[in-house]
């Protein structure tokens, strides 16, 4: 079955938590097991976070007598702790997604696992 990948705004969608057509099954197995599926999570996590950071990051600039500095520093001391939450648990929230993608549970893990171990 040829592996379709889904455009930005399906991509974007995908990325926030919704539910891809089934043409983009394939996509999403490879998107959750695949060699650097941990750097796309990361990505993801990124492009959710994103516009809070932007409005915090304005909030803090235009709202308080915070310099660009420390405010830049706030909102780069959340991003790094939304990765290190997200990233913690990135085995299970990905599992979520293929299994909200009718994959069956366990089937990130196994196939992530039967990679790893081939590898060697």
Do not use: C
């Amino acid at each position: 079955m040829e592996m379709t990948r889904p455009g930005p705004v399906r991509w974007l969608h995908y990325a926030y938590g919704g539910r891809l057509p089934d043409r983009y099954r394939e996509w999403v197995l490879h998107d959750a097991t695949d060699r650097g599926w941990l750097a796309r999570f990361a990505l993801l996590v990124v492009a959710q976070t994103l516009p809070w950071l932007v409005a915090a990051f304005l909030v803090l600039v235009l709202l308080t007598p915070l310099s660009l500095g420390w405010a830049l520093l706030a909102v780069g001391a959340a991003l790094a702790l939304s990765l290190f939450f997200t990233l913690t648990s990135a085995d299970e929230l990905t599992e979520a997604r293929l299994v909200k993608h009718g994959f069956a549970p366990g089937t990130g893990k196994n196939r992530r696992r039967a990679r790893h171990v081939s590898s060697w």
